[in-house]
């Protein structure tokens, strides 16, 4: 079954096209991949998608739901965790928790168990802004888990992370696999190949190639996915 279906899905601001007329299906339960280098039109797409921006052309259905024609219903069943750490830096995690609890008409309870499921025990307590990098931006998927949704959009999850706290995030976003469909949007090769299931490569608001890493090397004849993005980007898809 199919979360979501993009067709012909096209962004224009002014004489700029952000987004040229794409088209894709994500399963239930896939970690989908947008791959692409700044300005690709991957977190344009995201917009659209989450209904923060109405597209110029084309529609894409979320859980049934038309992004066009059914906004508020693809809002009630999706969450976002944006490039920038959307926490409230004054309130603690447990706190920043139970607002969104509050928002979404979830329970007290609702945000207990998203503390465990995340970890974040040993910091529930503390104010936001004296996290780390690492745990805000744990905290800001965790709280876009709060409202138990179906489709979770992952803009950028680990930008601005070293290394190690970078791979202690997969680890928790690895953990929601199967249990919700996710898409992600990245330019860190190393992150697509350690979490997405499929791929698509984007470029000057096109997709370029979509398919499991070992599908794009093979279509590439390449022996990595750098090596495929390269070829790809460079338009030598066989």
Not at 57 to 81: N, P, R, T
């Amino acid at each position: 079954m199919k979360d979501i279906e993009i067709k012909g899905l096209s962004k224009n601001f002014g004489s700029k096209v952000a987004v040229d007329n794409i088209s894709l299906e994500v399963e239930r339960g896939e970690l989908f991949g947008l791959l692409g280098v700044n300005g690709a039109g991957k977190t344009t797409t995201i917009r659209m998608l989450c209904c923060l921006t109405q597209p110029s052309g084309g529609d894409a259905v979320v859980c049934g739901h038309s992004i066009v024609h059914e906004a508020q219903a693809v809002k009630s069943v999706i969450s976002v965790s944006p490039q920038e750490t959307s926490v409230a830096p004054n309130l603690t995690v447990r706190e920043n928790l139970r607002l969104i609890a509050g928002i979404y008409g979830r329970s007290v309870e609702q945000a207990e168990r998203v503390i465990g499921d995340f970890a974040l025990g040993e910091i529930a307590d503390v104010r936001a802004k004296k996290l780390s990098g690492g745990w805000q931006r744990r905290l800001s998927i965790a709280m876009a888990m709060v409202s138990e949704p179906q489709v979770l959009f992952l803009d950028e999850p680990t930008l601005g992370l070293d290394v190690l706290a970078r791979r202690e995030l997969w680890g928790h976003i690895k953990s929601l696999k199967g249990r919700i469909t996710m898409v992600l949007t990245t330019h860190y090769l190393e992150e697509v190949e350690a979490l997405c299931d499929r791929v698509a490569v984007m470029a000057g608001g096109r997709i370029l190639a979509m398919g499991t890493v070992p599908e794009l090397t093979a279509a590439t004849g390449t022996d990595s996915l750098e090596e495929a993005f390269i070829a790809i980007s460079e338009g030598k898809v066989k």
